[in-house]
């Protein structure tokens, strides 16, 4: 049912340019009406929404007060997503505009943990918009914002490594703790949950949750990477053995990273080439990291060949080049 509303929508969008004004004027009243009766709809039915308000601004055509209906009705989360999507594509008066920002800032606070991520994504397009166009009117603006994000990159190391610092130390905690049953009955250190907190949040990438992806797959190489090198020479001359019967902390962490890494693999195609190319770069520079890594690239070949076919002529021809290195 989706799949043929879908099909229905991409053969509108390119028409609604066609539709008479006053066809296009009643089909937006419709659709805020629908948004203040509190009313499901398509979700991409919000593109032609934004479409339709687009052409009507071009021609001049009285909008009447669609957008008050709209910005003044209580939104579902579902609709909160789609709207915000909508505005991140309509072209608004500054005055307009400015309500909009004012919406989408209070509509935070009504959603659910699930809805929040996806909601908070679309709305950066429309902030985006907002800070360019200050931009434009003072440039003072401008070179404070460029202090900020570069203060601001400086923050999101700090984030990481108290991540990976914390993961890892839980890990060694834990095991720690389960050497010790008495003290374990005593403490709430668990690594376990800590990794279902972790997966949860990989399997909600594929559900509207698109900026954690980046995040994850950096959290992970950091984890492999900081994990692997603790005990071991600064540089491999050989390449050890993974120990799969070994299960420290420190493996933990490793199957850790490598388990979301997979996982991101397998739900997003766009990072397979970057995940790939990390995994060639370790072994090139002789990394450290360079066994779980190897296990790593095995398994995404064994899981997933049809997604690895496309770069094994790359992966192939990396160990070509790599004397004493054996083929998974």
């Known amino acids: 049912k989706n799949k043929a509303a879908g099909n229905l929508i991409n053969l509108l969008l390119p028409e609604i340019e066609t539709f008479p004004a006053e066809i296009l004027g009643e089909l937006a009243l419709r659709m805020a009406q629908q948004v203040q009766d509190q009313q499901p709809l398509q979700p991409r039915m919000f593109e032609v929404f934004s479409k339709m308000w687009n052409v009507l601004t071009t021609l001049e055509h009285p909008v009447y007060d669609i957008l008050e209906r709209v910005i003044n009705a209580k939104w579902k989360d579902h609709t909160a997503i789609g709207l915000a999507s909508a505005f991140n594509e309509m072209e608004l008066k500054p005055s307009d505009f400015d309500k909009v920002i004012r919406r989408l800032t209070a509509q935070i606070k009504e959603l659910g943990i699930d809805e929040t991520p996806p909601y908070i994504y679309q709305m950066e397009g429309t902030v985006m918009l907002h800070v360019s166009f200050a931009i434009k009117q003072d440039q003072e603006l401008g070179t404070e914002l460029l202090k900020y994000l570069k203060s601001e990159k400086s ?157 094994l002529a790359n992966v192939c021809r990396m160990y070509m080049h790599q004397n004493g290195y054996p083929i998974c």
């Not at 720690?176 to 990989?202: F, G, P």
């Not at 053995?241 to 397998?266: A, D, T």
Request: some cysteine.
């Open 155 to 311: 923050v999101l190391s700090e984030i990481f490594d108290l991540l990976r610092n914390n993961i890892i130390s839980i890990c060694k905690d834990s095991h720690k703790l389960r050497k010790c049953a008495w003290i374990a009955a005593y403490s709430d250190v668990n690594a376990d949950v800590i990794e279902r907190v972790i997966k949860i949040i990989a399997e909600q990438s594929a559900q509207g949750w698109d900026q954690v992806i980046q995040p994850l797959i950096q959290l992970s190489m950091h984890l492999i990477d900081m994990a692997s090198s603790q005990g071991l020479p600064a540089r491999a001359e050989t390449i050890p053995k993974v120990n799969k019967q070994k299960q420290g902390p420190m493996e933990k962490v490793m199957s850790l990273g490598k388990s979301i890494l997979i996982r991101m693999f397998e739900l997003h195609d766009f990072v397979r080439l970057e995940i790939l190319d990390q995994i060639t770069s370790r072994i090139v520079t002789r990394s450290t990291s360079i066994p779980p890594f190897l296990e790593l690239l095995e398994t995404l070949i064994e899981q997933c060949p049809y997604a690895v076919e496309p770069y």
